[in-house]
């Protein structure tokens, strides 16, 4: 009987502390293991969403431009600074891109910024109809003029831009903290006057505001459906023409 009491304790008998602190040990051991590799995965995931959400940003900006240029008539001038273009010549190559539409505005699409803009109707800048905010650098912005019969349009009331419309094509969150830029350049040899049927457009999306901390990039061709020459004339101007 005290033999068989004694087998039951046996095997009744847990694990020692020296046991378990091993096993502890052990488990420790493997779950830091599991969650370097864990972590590692996670990092190159969120660097493979960044770049898709990259990809999709730079993707959908150039089909906004494509849209807009396609309905380019008359002229297209390249201004090498989107938010500096009053009484300025054009250029071989510029990130503010500007030409005439189907409708007969001008339009100007820039990645600039600009200052906060006086909208008005018609060609008397007493009837305002309101204001587009100020925009940062970064962001696709399409504005419209009024044309006048010489080919100029005003620009600024000598104070601050006005224009006739401002569209943003997209709100800040499109952008994922990142900052949006396309560089246009006519084809060699193209001639002011001379005729154009397309443009080449660089589009970059940057970390920074400065556009030095490149993350992604692209070139598209802008083919145009109408036919348009090339333009180096002077267009924006400061003063309001008193021709109608």
């Known amino acids: 009987m005290r033999k068989k009491k004694h087998r039951i304790l046996r095997e009744r008998a847990g694990t020692t502390l020296v046991e378990t602190l091993v096993s502890l040990l052990l488990m420790s051991i493997l779950i830091g293991m599991a969650a370097r590799v864990l972590s590692g995965a996670y990092r190159v995931y969120l660097r493979l ?30 201004y090498p600074d989107g938010a500096q ?22 339009v100007l699409i820039s990645t600039d ?9 018609g060609n008397d800048l007493e009837n305002v109809i309101g204001t587009q905010e100020a925009l940062p650098k970064g962001r696709l912005l399409a504005r419209y003029y009024n044309r ?12 601050k831009p006005v224009a ?16 949006l830029k396309v560089t246009y350049r006519v084809p060699d040899e193209t001639a002011d006057g001379g005729a154009l049927s397309s443009l080449v457009a660089d ?13 992604i990039s692209d070139t598209e061709i802008l083919d145009f459906r109408y036919k348009i020459k090339y333009s180096e004339g002077v267009t924006a101007t400061t003063v309001m023409n008193n021709t109608p």
């Open 203 to 215: 589009v970059a999306l940057y970390q920074d505001e400065n556009c030095t901390e490149l993350v």
């Open 85 to 106: 273009i009053a009484d300025q010549v054009g250029n071989e190559i510029g990130t503010a891109m500007e030409f005439l539409d189907s409708n007969g505005y001008v």
């Open 49 to 78: 969403q960044k770049t898709q959400y990259a990809e999709s940003i730079l993707d959908t900006a150039m089909t906004e431009v494509r849209d807009l240029a396609n309905d380019a008539c008359g002229y297209v001038k390249l």
């Open 113 to 121: 910024g600009c200052e906060e803009t006086t909208l008005y109707r």
């Open 148 to 159: 006048k019969n010489d080919g100029t349009y005003l620009y600024t009331d000598g104070t």
């Open 164 to 179: 006739r419309a401002a569209a943003e094509a997209y709100g800040e969150g499109f952008y994922m903290g990142y900052y």
